[in-house]
T-cell receptor, first 112, second 114 residues
Framework: GENVEQHPSTLSVQEGDSAVIKCTYSDSASNYFPWYKQELGKGPQLIIDIRSNVGEKKDQRIAVTLNKTAKHFSLHITETQPEDSAVYFCAASAGSASKIIFGSGTRLSIRP | DAEITQSPRHKITETGRQVTLACHQTWNHNNMFWYRQDLGHGLRLIHYSYGVQDTNKGEVSDGYSVSRSNTEDLPLTLESAASSQTSVYFC?????????????FGQGTRLTVV
């Protein structure tokens, strides 16, 4: 079955710097890669996603890149702010009516 | 507004008891999922359903069961609660639309088995 690995497990960056979280997946049939943000005491919320026919997608300070050949995808957050502190999960899915498999999460801390 | 709700938010139960966690969504989504969240393991899939009367086992299904009698609800039952099942449980629902499968999560249920 699908396996998603995520690194690092914890990440601390200075406010204003960039943060990068990386994931790899095992199932070549996966074609949808969402990223979720989980704040303390809440359920995960989708922040950005990318499909396998796209190499990069950007939404303001957040960008995702996908290397389908290497089965790697990454989340990039630029100009980090205190409200970016949270746990981030990558995930992979094979699309229509398919289960979503999550990585183990990255706890991001933004230092003032 | 459409939403997904879980109840209870917190539950303490004794080892060996049967426990049912409720999940109700008003998105009219066909897909529903149960995950457990433990430190160092992220979100692990317990059971999932693609529609009424459909249920499937996830990667950590032992000791859990679900039933799907309508579109809105997917209750999760722990047949005989064990301390290893102490965790935070999240329910989610999703629908495949325009090539995307965004999942919406509930607020979670913190279950403690003593």
């Amino acid at each position: 079955g699908e396996n998603v690995e995520q690194h690092p497990s914890t990440l601390s960056v200075q406010e204003g710097d960039s943060a990068v979280i990386k994931c790899t997946y095992s199932d070549s049939a996966s074609n949808y890669f969402p990223w979720y943000k989980q704040e303390l005491g809440k359920g995960p919320q989708l922040i950005i996603d990318i499909r396998s026919n796209v190499g990069e997608k950007k939404d303001q300070r957040i960008a995702v890149t996908l290397n389908k050949t290497a089965k790697h995808f990454s989340l990039h957050i630029t100009e980090t702010q205190p409200e970016d502190s949270a746990v981030y999960f990558c995930a992979a899915s094979a699309g229509s009516a398919s289960k979503i498999i999550f990585g183990s999460g990255t706890r991001l801390s933004i230092r003032p | 507004d459409a939403e997904i709700t879980q109840s209870p938010r917190h539950k303490i139960t004794e080892t060996g008891r049967q426990v049912t966690l409720a999940c109700h969504q008003t998105w009219n989504h066909n897909n529903m999922f149960w995950y457990r969240q433990d430190l160092g393991h992220g979100l692990r899939l317990i059971h999932y359903s693609y529609g009424v009367q459909d249920t499937n086992k996830g990667e950590v299904s032992d000791g859990y069961s679900v039933s799907r009698s309508n579109t809105e609800d997917l209750p999760l039952t722990l047949e005989s609660a064990a301390s290893s099942q102490t965790s935070v449980y999240f329910c989610a629902s999703s629908e495949y639309r325009k090539g995307n499968t965004e999942a919406f999560f509930g607020q979670g249920t913190r279950l403690t088995v003593v």
